[in-house]
């Protein structure tokens, strides 16, 4: 790939992945809307809310495998592959998120000092996200930092196993944080409960899914990180192993 295609897919993985990601956090948030109103009744509506998640849950999930990787080879360079891979999940949440229908009428609410503690925990979740983020060293979830070095003739490094920081509690603790956030909205409307339900089931999945993975590809040493460290609820206080 050219200097300008690589610097071309750098700015638009970073435009559309983090616009995709401030979108997704408002949602969380501030609870389910509507960006685009499709006319759809509440039966429509819960459909394409479902076939929405299901939308993202493919694509992202499909495209992480190492055999579909392998397969598309020959048309995105590995050096490339995982700023391809967060375009395209940046395209398919944004579209997820622009034509999500929000289905009016409260399911359940919380109110005064309940309100506030899940608005706490929304805000101590997300810090805890980047806590997990920054346990890594070298986090990249838009895989621009692999083009960067590219571009500046730098070479690049393969991520190693890291157990520090949040990791030593789980060892999925951006999924952990992720569930709670999820869940700590105030309020859940019909479209929203689907939503938590979707997703919490989509995470588990690919969390185990992911564990395959990583076993593949750090065996032994992965499998004693798994015998001591829960894989994403943090039930048990961290073994040292120093």
């Keep these: 790939m050219s200097r300008i295609k690589a610097t071309m897919l750098f700015y638009a993985t970073l435009t559309i992945g983090l616009g995709s990601m401030i979108m ?32 993202f849950f493919l694509q992202h999930s499909i495209m992480v495998r190492k055999g579909v990787r392998m397969g598309l080879a020959n048309l995105i360079p590995d050096d ?48 805890g996200f ?26 690049t490094r393969a991520m190693p196993l890291t157990v520090r ?33 979707l997703w919490t089931v989509w995470i588990v999945i690919a969390t185990l899914l992911e564990e395959k993975d990583l076993v593949i590809e750090f065996g032994d040493q992965y499998r004693q990180y798994q015998a001591r460290v829960p894989m994403i609820i943090p039930y048990k206080l961290p073994v040292r192993t120093d």
């Design 130 to 155: 980047h806590w997990g983020s920054k346990s890594l060293g070298s986090f990249d979830p838009l895989g621009v930092k692999k083009i960067k070095r590219l571009i500046q003739n730098r070479d």
């Design 24 to 55: 997704f956090s408002l949602f969380l948030f501030l609870g389910s809307f509507t960006v685009i109103d499709l006319g759809l009744d509440r039966s429509q509506a819960f459909v394409a809310d479902a076939l929405l998640s299901l939308l």
């Design 80 to 127: 490339y592959y995982n700023a391809f891979y967060a375009f395209s999940s940046g395209i398919t949440l944004l579209a997820t998120m622009l034509f999500w229908q929000r289905i009016p009428g409260s399911i359940a609410a919380t109110g005064g000092v309940f309100h506030w503690m899940l608005r706490a925990l929304f805000f101590l979740c997300f810090a």
């Design 165 to 197: 920081g949040a990791y030593t509690w789980v060892r999925h603790p951006l999924y952990f944080f992720s569930l709670v956030m999820i869940w700590s909205c105030p309020e859940l409307t019909l479209d929203r409960l689907l939503f938590n339900v």
